[in-house]
């Protein structure tokens, strides 16, 4: 059975930074679709990044373009998402996502399905979430 588990959101001042963790169990993160999501209460959920983690192609919402680094660690089979001045706009519940288990992208699917539009049709799994809060 596949779980995501994030963690490493909280409370930060604007200006501040966190790194949020995203730990696959049951699940190989290596030649996948995974990224984040986050969500704030009535609002729709918002692609932040994603990326192919065969690597070559990382995708960033124009909100946190320069801001936020997507990155992964296959020994330990775990996604960051490295988040630099931050904003109050940031705050939300940030979600892990990743494509099927099933599924291993060659590079060329990879560019194609691993966009943030692509993956929030097609990710097979979420985790729990884990929430940030920015203050001014």
């Known amino acids: 059975q596949v779980h995501l588990v994030e963690s490493g959101g909280g409370s930060v001042q604007a200006g501040g930074s966190l790194r949020l963790s995203c730990v696959a169990s049951?699940?190989?993160?290596?030649?996948?679709?995974m990224g984040w999501y986050r969500q704030t209460p009535g609002m729709e959920r918002e692609g932040v990044a994603t990326?192919?983690?065969?690597?070559?192609?990382?995708y960033y919402s124009d909100s946190v373009k320069g801001r936020f680094t997507i990155s992964q660690d296959n020994a330990k089979n775990t996604v960051y998402l490295q988040m630099n001045s931050l904003k109050p706009e940031d705050s939300a519940m940030y979600y892990c996502?990743?494509?099927?288990?099933?599924?291993?992208?060659?590079?060329?699917?990879?560019?194609?399905?691993?966009?943030?539009?692509?993956?929030?049709?097609?990710?097979?799994?979420w985790g729990q979430g884990t929430p940030v809060t920015v203050s001014t």
């Open positions: 996502a990743a494509t099927s288990a099933a599924l291993a992208f060659s590079d060329y699917d990879g560019s194609r399905f691993c966009t943030i539009e692509s993956m929030n049709l097609r990710a097979a799994y």
């Open positions: 049951g699940y190989t993160i290596n030649r996948k679709c």
């Open positions: 990326f192919f983690t065969g690597g070559g192609h990382t």
